[in-house]
């Protein structure tokens, strides 16, 4: 199944919202991104990132809580790959799958197991029960058989459940593919009481025009805003010329890039710290000593940021306090955190023979 993952990092891609971060995939065949509806609740757009395209914030078109689907309009220029979906489920218990995703919002993983049971009702709903890992931040991304065809979306976890998953099957996407491809391209929102899917424009707005049950359209979803102290951070960015809304990773991570450094802001509302991190580059093989003396000697020189180790990463780090920030001070100090971070790793891959993370 090795052969497979390459052609799947240039299929599967990151999301993210202000309420949550996941997984998705492009299916070229409908030119279209699929995910999960609780990946991307409560948006009518969402942050896109991929090794074929840059980031982008694209609109959602569809939204299905009944089988926890999304999907979402794929940018104009990309250079993402392709991959098949199975339209027909085939697989049997025993069965050897793939989950691959960004689990926890990092990079590409896949994650190996075995179907135990294809018949795994919840409510009126089969799904695909297998041991092949999942985590938050990779719901919505592929369950790939054998062949490397795509048999599921991968939807939920048993908590505690020893990595017991669950994937909703693929005939359950094609079914609600070729259903929003007879909207001609309208955006649409399957209602939760008939399963129909009802298209913008929406002659009875807040209704169902089959069943007359509740819906909310995406049109009618209101734009997020930032409130309290995440609000005080999100200014800060834009002074510091940032769009906001590419940078939030969730209600309380942002992250920014300048130059070849990535910074991770991550706010904990209950204790009111703000921490950013960069991670600026790994420990190679040999001249470790050097790297050592080199960050022992720059962290007398920092003010307000340290360097330090983390398993094998070199990572630049700030500290603040919500009690203490201004918009001043908070200015400063994410500026000086950038700007460090990259200046430092060229430093250090350049100068040390640290080796670079892959993004």
Partial sequence: MKAFIDNYKSVVVQMATPFSVGTGFYLKEYNLLVT???????????????????????????????????????????????????????????????????????????????????????GDIQYIQHDAALNPGNSGGPL??????????????????QNIGFSLPSNYLAQALDEFVRGGGKSGVRCTSCANIVFEPNPEKKYCPHCGADILMISDLEDYTPSGFRREIEDVLST??????????GPFNW???????????????????????????SLPKDNIKAIYTYLLQQNDKLRGLSLSIRNNDILLSMVMFDNYFTPESGKNTIQNL??????????????????????
């Fill in 36 to 122: 999960n509806e609780h990946v991307v609740r409560q948006n009518k757009m969402v942050v896109v990132d991929a090794e074929g395209m840059s980031r982008s914030l694209l609109d959602v078109v569809y939204l299905d809580a009944k089988y926890d689907l999304a999907f979402v309009k794929a940018p104009v220029e990309h250079h993402m790959g392709d991959a098949q979906i199975r339209k027909q489920l085939v697989a049997t218990e025993g069965d050897t799958v793939m989950a691959v995703g960004h689990p926890f919002g990092l990079k590409f993983t896949a994650t190996q197991g075995i179907i135990s049971n294809v018949a795994h009702h919840q």
């Fill in 144 to 161: 790939i058989d054998g062949q490397g065809y795509i048999i599921g979306v991968n939807t939920f976890i048993i908590q505690n459940g």
């Fill in 240 to 249: 510091l010329h940032y769009d906001v809304r590419l940078t939030r990773r």
């Fill in 255 to 281: 992250e920014a890039v300048v130059g070849s450094a990535k910074v991770i802001l991550s706010y904990h509302e209950e204790t009111g710290m703000i921490a950013g991190d960069a991670v600026l580059s």
């Fill in 338 to 359: 950038l700007e460090t971070a990259n200046q430092l790793d060229d430093v250090l891959l350049e100068q040390y023979g640290a080796m670079k993370r892959p993004d």
